[in-house]
Every structure is written in C-alpha cells, then in structure tokens.
C-alpha cells in the first residue's frame, strides 16, 4: 500500500501541516477532507489536528468543526462511532496562508485554477508573510496526491462545492441518502476524476452559518440505521 504521508505538505521547518486527523496506521484512513486554505492562529501548524487532542486553543470555529466534521464523517463512511475521525485525513488544497473569505486573486483561486487547467506555465504567487509560493509546483503536489489515492483505502473525499466542481464528475450518484439542505435541495455526490471508485461528497464549508446539525442528523439515519 503506497504511503501517502509522502504527498502531505510541510511547513518551513520540515512539520507536516496536514494529514491523518490521529496517529494511526495508514490502511485505517478511509476518509479525505479537503477545504480551501488555511485562517487559523498558526497557518503553519497542523492546527486542526493540535485543536483535536488539546495541543492548542480550538478558537471561535474549532468546535464547529470538528463536530461537522464528524457528522459527514458517520454519514460518507456509513457508520455511527465516537472515533470516526481516526479513519479521516485532511488538507487544505492551498496549504499555506488564507483569510476567512476566498479572494478572486487568493492562493487557493490560482491553484484551484492550476489544477483545472493543467497549464504548464509557472505561476507564482506573494504570501502575505512576504514568502513567494510556486503554485505551479503546488498543483502538481495536490495533483500527486490525487493520483495515488486508488493505491490507499481512500474511497471518501468530502469537500465544498468550488473543489467538488474541479475534481468529481458532477452529480452521477442516485441514492436518495442524500444530505438535505433548507431549501428542499441536496448536496452533491459524484466520482473522483482519478479514480472512479472514489465518491466525493459536497457540503458547506464547516465554519458556515448554514451548518445544520438536523439535517446531518438525519442523512446519517437514513444511511445508518439503528
């Protein structure tokens, strides 16, 4: 099984900033989250993991996210557990530095774009530390990952919906055990654009207003019945 701790992004001291939510071996992840960019205390720490196991302050959001995140967890892995964050990665695709709103001319927006396009010319972009960041070599990174996800037990990716449109096939999945959303609508489930055996599951953006802890609920029930 090919070791994806390999393709995790690390800070300017050689840290890992992303990866496994627990310390566990690696055919036990089942799940990858993916949000857009970094706008915590230490954008060079692996802060949601440190606000996890109370190595850090969790701040205004941590709370939030975490318990979404294990609601979407229990609802894609089809199961109900207290530990389902110990079968679940995370990055964010623009690892580096972010602020609370995604900017047309943000890390995340070029290399979400660099991703899209597959372009080869080099882009490069100024952190707001001063520090330039290849996004080209960025993309190719986040790209890697994606190729070597059919060789790991991944078969989850749950991501919002700017992602979901760059890296699934669109809406392709007919089951009704969808996440509802208030107006009568659902979020989408398609197939990973590298491997089709990868569903990928949109929602909000954790720290959104919108979150609503019912609606998860009873995604997780019709999916998990007791």
């Known amino acids: 099984m090919y070791d994806i ?6 800070n300017d001291n050689g840290q890992l900033m992303e990866g496994f939510l627990y310390d566990v071996p690696k055919d036990n992840i089942h799940l990858l989250f993916i949000l857009r960019e970094p706008n915590c205390p230490d954008e060079q720490s692996f802060w949601l993991k440190n606000a996890l196991h109370g190595l850090t302050g969790r701040g ?4 939030k996210i975490l318990n979404t995140f294990s609601k979407l967890a229990c609802f894609a892995l089809g199961k109900q557990s207290e530990k389902i964050l110990a079968e679940c990665a995370f990055i964010n695709l623009y690892p580096y530095d972010g602020k609370p709103r995604v900017y047309r001319n943000s890390g995340f927006t070029k290399t979400l774009n660099a ?17 330039v960041i290849n996004i080209t070599k960025t993309a190719d990174k986040r790209i890697e990952l994606f190729h070597h996800l059919s060789n790991t037990n991944i078969r989850h990716i749950v991501t919002v919906g700017d992602i979901f449109d760059s890296i699934s096939s669109g809406d392709d999945d007919p089951s009704s055990e969808r996440i509802h959303k208030k107006n009568g609508g659902s979020f989408r489930i ?3 654009m590298w491997d089709d055996c990868i569903k990928v599951y949109e929602y909000y953006h954790p720290c959104a ?5 019912r609606f998860l609920d009873e995604a997780i029930s019709r999916k998990t019945p007791l």
């Open 5 to 10: 701790t390999k393709d995790f992004i690390k």
């Open 60 to 63: 205004r959001n941590g709370n």
């Open 115 to 131: 991703i899209h396009t597959r372009s080869d010319k080099t882009i490069m972009y100024r952190r707001k530390d001063g520090k």
């Open 190 to 192: 398609g197939s990973f």
């Open 209 to 213: 207003p919108c979150v609503n802890y």
